[in-house]
């Protein structure tokens, strides 16, 4: 079973940047189209940013500017880059499908707090 592993997360200041990877254990990720979620404190997991298969690039407003969603086949790897972070930027980022098909993975904590 493929298993999605995030890492990367941290503390960070307010206006300060991080980038956020996800591994996936075999070669599938060239096979679909990946996103970002984040489940904020209080909140249910929400969709962040989007790469389809074709190279597009989708982001919700609130992120639009700042992040920056980018794979590598070979590596079987998903990145953010987040940038100009805020607050509102905190909580547990995971990567999985379009449409989440996969099985979520422990996910990656991210707190910008000054």
């Known amino acids: 079973q493929v298993r999605l592993v995030e890492s990367g997360g941290g503390l960070v200041q307010p206006g300060g940047s991080l980038r956020v990877s996800c591994a996936a254990s075999?070669?599938?990720?060239?096979?679909?189209?990946m996103s970002w979620y984040c489940q904020s404190p209080g909140k249910q997991r929400e969709w962040v940013a989007t790469?389809?298969?074709?190279?597009?690039?989708n982001y919700r407003d609130s992120v639009k500017g700042r992040f920056t969603i980018s794979r590598d086949n070979a590596k079987n790897t998903v990145y953010l880059q987040m940038n100009s972070m805020k607050s509102e930027d905190t909580g547990v980022y995971y990567c999985?499908?379009?449409?989440?098909?996969?099985?979520w993975g422990q996910g990656t904590q991210v707190t910008v707090s000054s």
């Open positions: 075999g070669s599938i990720l060239s096979a679909y189209g």
């Open positions: 790469l389809t298969r074709g190279g597009t690039t």
């Open positions: 999985n499908t379009q449409g989440a098909l996969l099985p």
